[in-house]
């Protein structure tokens, strides 16, 4: 089954989208667009549906985590080693209600709260309506994870299971529903979140002791990989330290110390610079300016924010270490 009736998805974004401040890094699960009426403006929702046999796993209210005043987050296994998240539920259906009702909490606090995440092993057959989605978001987060696939970190400690097991969801789906799904995508690919490459500026870097694991650390994450939407485009994303958060998308050139393509920035080849372009401007964010870039080593940088563009010349005044 899809996850919402097929005349309801727009488009599908894929693997990888950086949304800096808190998704700083590539995110590892898609985006679902859907068509609701008066995008941003409504509070229709469409049925979601378990896309196949399932269990549910897992069940949370947050409150004012997006425009709308309340989301559920669901996750789910497929088998042993396949599992999956549906994020941004607007509401769950009756049958979800009751899951969640009837769990006993160990430690106190009401079911589905912060104190209380519904921990469950509950069968679902494929086709049962979950919850709805929509309302003023109009998409929903929707991933899924094989623990028999692996991606190369080079400080895999510094990963949580998702970004180390990530997969598209749609290659379990059968044909021909597998191929319509497909066609949804954006520029036609699923993404995924292996943007490292090796001896080179491209990936993912960290302040400090920071991890993509724990919620508040994404102030100190910083991003230079590719765009998941646009071939041939780079994004710059920034959660903090040396800026405010940012979303820059470069067109990399592969000569010269301006804009340089992030996989050709090799150690001891000195400070190369960064500046916004014109062409992005309804998917950019923050401030504009230049990003100065210096790699060390293939698991250091220093990077640092300044005024103006990179002109000639350009040389740090107060760079930061980030490490990965």
Same mark, same amino acid.
């Given at each position: 089954?899809?996850?919402?009736?097929?005349?309801?998805?727009?488009?599908?974004?894929?693997?990888?989208?950086?949304?800096?401040?808190?998704?700083?890094?590539?995110?590892?699960?898609?985006?679902?667009?859907?068509?609701?009426?008066?995008?941003?403006?409504?509070?229709?929702?469409?049925?979601?549906?378990?896309?196949?046999?399932? !269990?549910?796993?897992?069940?949370?209210?947050?409150?004012?985590?997006?425009?709308?005043?309340?989301?559920?987050?669901?996750?789910?296994?497929?088998?042993?080693?396949?599992?999956?998240?549906?994020?941004?539920?607007?509401?769950?259906?009756?049958?979800?209600?009751?899951?969640?009702?009837?769990?006993?909490?160990?430690?106190?606090?009401?079911?589905?709260?912060?104190?209380?995440?519904?921990?469950?092993?509950?069968?679902?057959?494929?086709?049962?309506?979950?919850?709805?989605?929509?309302?003023?978001?109009?998409?929903?987060?929707?991933?899924?994870?094989?623990?028999?696939?692996?991606?190369?970190?080079?400080?895999?400690?510094?990963?949580?299971?998702?970004?180390?097991?990530?997969?598209?969801?749609?290659?379990?789906?059968?044909?021909?529903?597998?191929?319509?799904?497909?066609?949804?995508?954006?520029?036609?690919?699923?993404?995924?979140?292996?943007?490292?490459?090796?001896?080179?500026?491209?990936?993912?870097?960290?302040?400090?002791?920071?991890?993509?694991?724990?919620?508040?650390? !994404?102030?100190?994450?910083?991003?230079?990989?590719?765009?998941?939407?646009? *071939?041939?485009?780079?994004?710059? *994303?920034?959660?903090?330290?040396? *800026?405010?958060?940012?979303?820059?998308?470069?067109?990399?050139?592969?000569?010269?110390?301006?804009?340089?393509?992030?996989?050709?920035?090799?150690?001891?080849?000195?400070?190369?610079?960064?500046?916004?372009?014109?062409?992005?401007?309804?998917?950019?964010?923050?401030?504009?300016?230049?990003?100065?870039?210096?790699?060390?080593?293939?698991?250091?940088?220093?990077?640092?924010?300044?005024?103006? *563009?990179?002109?000639?010349?350009?040389?740090?005044?107060?760079?930061?270490?980030?490490?990965?």
């Amino acid at each position: 089954m899809p996850p919402v009736p097929m005349g309801k998805i727009v488009s599908i974004e894929p693997i990888g989208s950086v949304n800096p401040p808190e998704h700083a890094l590539a995110s590892s699960s898609t985006d679902t667009y859907i068509a609701v009426s008066e995008q941003g403006k409504t509070t229709e929702t469409v049925p979601l549906y378990a896309p196949g046999d399932i !269990w549910i796993t897992f069940l949370q209210k947050k409150n004012n985590a997006t425009m709308d005043p309340e989301d559920y987050v669901m996750h789910y296994a497929v088998c042993k080693d396949v599992f999956g998240v549906v994020d941004h539920l607007k509401g769950l259906s009756p049958e979800m209600e009751k899951i969640m009702e009837n769990y006993k909490c160990p430690y106190g606090g009401k079911p589905g709260d912060d104190n209380c995440p519904v921990l469950v092993l509950e069968p679902v057959k494929a086709g049962t309506e979950l919850g709805r989605v929509g309302r003023l978001q109009g998409n929903f987060n929707f991933g899924t994870w094989d623990l028999r696939i692996s991606h190369e970190y080079p400080s895999p400690e510094r990963y949580g299971i998702r970004s180390l097991h990530s997969s598209c969801p749609f290659d379990y789906y059968a044909e021909p529903l597998k191929s319509q799904l497909e066609e949804k995508l954006q520029a036609g690919r699923c993404g995924t979140v292996e943007t490292y490459v090796q001896d080179s500026l491209q990936g993912e870097w960290f302040f400090g002791n920071a991890t993509n694991k724990r919620g508040g650390d !994404w102030f100190y994450q910083l991003y230079f990989g590719p765009s998941n939407i646009f *071939s041939g485009v780079q994004v710059v *994303s920034v959660g903090g330290v040396i *800026s405010e958060p940012l979303k820059w998308h470069i067109t990399p050139k592969n000569e010269g110390k301006i804009n340089r393509n992030f996989s050709q920035v090799k150690a001891g080849s000195g400070i190369y610079c960064y500046e916004t372009e014109s062409g992005y401007i309804n998917y950019e964010k923050g401030p504009r300016g230049k990003i100065l870039v210096e790699v060390l080593s293939n698991n250091e940088i220093k990077a640092e924010f300044q005024q103006g *563009s990179c002109g000639s010349t350009f040389a740090f005044s107060d760079p930061k270490t980030f490490e990965r």
